[in-house]
């Protein structure tokens, strides 16, 4: 089954290209640790999913590229084109001459009904190219104005006219330090709207990756691309195949459903976190080695301690002791100790995946009461390598990890909104206080319900 992105605004077409480009370079190396065939085989599964092949054997993403000035999509039209392996359709872009002005409203208000008949109309014909549809994985900023504002449009859109097909919006969180005034605006509408309409939201935090830049990578000066680069080496070990069952020889043929079924149990939590180790830079990897003991020993920590990446992880955290309630209930004023999940997907490729030893992800004292730990985790395994790394572990969790940063920005937001700070730039627009309000409401049900877990 195949996958159709959107990529939307600025951020989202950057990535989209990285993405793509990770996707091609991972099925088409021969470094695959496997034999011809199943190599074949991958190759084959991934470019199902994400492209479509014209008669003359190239490749073309299954991509939309939405934004609402033509620079960027121009500059990842003429990247793809160059890298001699791939490319987007020409016929598959819509940009205009004025962009958003770094406004949610402006965006979703006046650029979304004004181009809503041309955008679902290309939508449309990427659909009908596919044999048959899982979904939509779109990818968005929730912090300016066209991914954010035209994104939860689009995103409202594809709810209303391709009910039958999922949704899941790749979104990225701003830096804490601000790169737009008005960001936890435009954040909390983001979320809000998407919150309706999505099925899940797949979070990056720009800080997180950055920090897996640093101190990971060796980067020194850190750029877009570089931050970009690490978010699709993430989200292509996501996405790549794996098979369908424990022995199965075959790969599984519907990705975004599988995903949904095992990670959003319940349409109030649809936050979902990645985390991938190893990550480190090309020179090191020549001298690195690496058990799947290990790998999975800092991943488990990892996801309790709530750390982003392997180096810096808090050790002290430990599960609570199954038998026994964990004291108290999370609260987002304390320091955030015990990170309990809902439900884990852990994704294994690589050398002598079969001899992984997962026990440690089926602790239920990892997981919410309600939900049994047979049915809250998951794994998905390949003896293909992915990207040059001889083992990698990928875990895709929907857990209590955004719990702080929302919180943060909801009440940030609030204390502009309380002075009716910039309000006016939103209500020319159309949008009324009310719409804030109920944005407001819904997050703060959004956090109580993941703190109560």
Request: charged letters at 20%; proline letters at 3%.
């Amino acid at each position: 089954m195949s996958i159709v992105t959107v990529q939307l605004g600025q951020c989202g077409n950057q990535i989209g290209f990285e993405v793509f480009d990770t996707l091609f370079k991972d099925s088409y190396c021969y470094q695959g640790l496997c034999c011809k065939k199943e190599n074949e085989e991958y190759q084959a599964s991934c470019k199902e999913r994400f492209f479509s092949e014209e008669e003359n054997g190239a490749l073309v993403a299954r991509a939309l590229l939405v934004d609402m000035e033509p620079k960027v999509i121009n500059q990842t039209l003429s990247k793809a084109a160059q890298s001699g392996h791939w490319k987007y359709s020409q016929c598959a872009c819509f940009c205009q001459k004025q962009g958003s002005g770094n406004n949610w409203a402006y965006g979703y208000s006046v650029h979304g009904p004004r181009h809503e008949e041309s955008i679902m109309n290309l939508i449309r014909k990427e659909v009908e190219k596919c044999d048959s549809l899982s979904g939509f994985f779109i990818i968005m900023s929730m912090a300016g104005g066209t991914g954010s504002g035209l994104g939860a449009f689009v995103t409202q859109n594809l709810h209303d006219q391709y009910s039958n097909a999922l949704r899941m919006n790749q979104i990225i969180w701003p830096y804490g330090t601000g790169e737009v005034i008005v960001q936890n605006y435009n954040s909390i509408l983001t979320l809000s709207h998407l919150y309706r309409s999505s099925d899940a939201l797949l979070v990056h935090e720009n800080d997180a990756i950055h920090k897996i830049c640093a101190k990971l990578m060796n980067i020194r000066q850190i750029s877009f691309s570089d931050i970009n680069h690490v978010l699709a080496h993430q989200l292509g070990s996501m996405f790549q195949p794996t098979y369908s069952a424990e022995g199965a020889l075959h790969y599984r043929g519907n990705p975004l459903g599988d995903l949904m079924e095992n990670l959003v149990p319940h349409p109030e939590f649809k936050m979902l976190g990645v985390r991938n180790i190893p990550q480190v830079s090309d020179n090191s990897l020549a001298y690195s080695t690496f058990t799947w003991a290990g790998l999975l020993k800092h991943l488990r920590q990892m996801l309790i301690s709530n750390a982003k990446m392997e180096e810096g992880i808090n050790w002290q955290i430990r599960a609570p002791l199954s038998r026994f309630p964990a004291l108290g209930k999370m609260s987002v004023n304390k320091e955030l100790h015990f990170n309990t999940s809902i439900a884990n997907l852990v994704i294994l490729r690589g050398k002598d995946v079969q001899s992984a030893d997962l026990g440690g992800f089926k602790d239920p004292a990892l997981y919410t009461s309600w939900l049994k730990a047979a049915n809250a985790f998951n794994v998905w395994k390949t003896q293909r390598a992915f990207n040059r790394y001889e083992k990698s572990a990928t875990l895709v969790s929907n857990s209590q990890f955004l719990v702080k940063p929302l919180d943060m920005v909801v009440s940030k937001a609030w204390n502009m909104f309380a002075s009716k700070a910039y309000v006016h730039q939103y209500t020319k627009f159309g949008m009324e206080e009310e719409d804030f309000l109920d944005s407001f409401t819904l997050l703060e049900q959004v956090i109580a319900s993941y703190c109560n877990l």
